[in-house]
């Protein structure tokens, strides 16, 4: 068994626990299988990675950490707290995809299906502030710099692979998309009244963007590496 594969095994074992608990609505249980989630993937990633990490990238584990705590926390600043964190990582996310991947080049082919990606981003953006805005107004701005920031990384990311169409691509469309759920039903659970699938979506979804989070970066490291050896 390879080095990384127990971190790995972990982390899925954490996802299925979380799964069980959600689904019998034993949240005090749920909490602990969640916590171990970020551990597990962040293990995995150190060994996956010869130990190697980036700074961003340790920002963003950190950020990810924290934002986590505040969730798991269920206090009266645990959601700002919680935003604020995850503001933090999209912010380095969508400053790796500015820094480290080349600019998209459109063709005219690409037009149409871009334009719905456009549509259903800009659509599921004001939805979802709106929601939020009918509920409270209170840190506005912050929400709305969440959902650009967020919007900016699921653009690019299926821009990107309906463009190029590559493994590195799919990872970060699949991270985008997690994200995007995630988000959607936290607040969902937030506003509407309790519902098990609700907070299933929402976990799963979390966890998963964790995973795909992490197989970016793994991916992105090796994309990097057969770049330096074919020069």
């Known amino acids: 068994m390879k080095a990384n ?4 095994i972990l982390f899925f074992l954490a996802l299925l626990f979380t799964i069980i608990f959600d689904w019998t609505e034993q949240d005090f249980l749920s909490i602990y299988a969640k916590a171990i989630v970020l551990p597990a993937i962040f293990i995995y990633f150190l060994i996956s990675s010869e130990f190697k990490i980036k ?3 340790s920002l963003i584990f950190l950020f990810c950490f924290i934002g986590q705590v505040f969730d798991l926390m269920d206090i009266e600043i645990s959601e700002i707290g919680a935003v604020i964190s995850f503001l933090i990582v999209y912010a380095l996310i ?9 600019r ?3 063709k005219k082919k690409d037009i149409l299906p871009i334009s719905i ?10 939805s979802v502030l709106s929601i939020k805005f009918d509920n409270t107004k209170e840190f506005d701005y912050i929400y709305i710099i969440y959902g650009i920031i967020l919007s900016y ?15 590195i691509t799919l990872l970060m469309s699949l991270m985008a998309v997690s994200y ?4 959607i039903f936290y607040i969902f659970n937030e506003y509407f009244s309790h519902s098990v699938v609700l907070v299933l979506i929402r976990d799963i979804t979390q966890i998963l963007a964790y995973y795909f989070m992490v197989e ?3 991916e992105k490291t090796k994309m990097h590496k057969r770049a330096l050896y074919n020069n």
């Open 5 to 8: 594969k127990p971190s790995l």
């Open 55 to 57: 700074k961003t990238e």
């Open 153 to 167: 990384i699921s653009y690019f990311s299926f821009v990107s692979y309906i463009t190029k169409g590559t493994f």
């Open 117 to 126: 990606v456009i549509i259903f981003i800009v659509y599921l953006l004001i």
């Open 216 to 218: 970016y970066f793994l």
């Open 94 to 102: 969508m400053k790796l995809f500015l820094l480290e991947h080349e």
């Open 180 to 183: 995007i759920f995630s988000d």
């Open 104 to 106: 998209i080049k459109l």
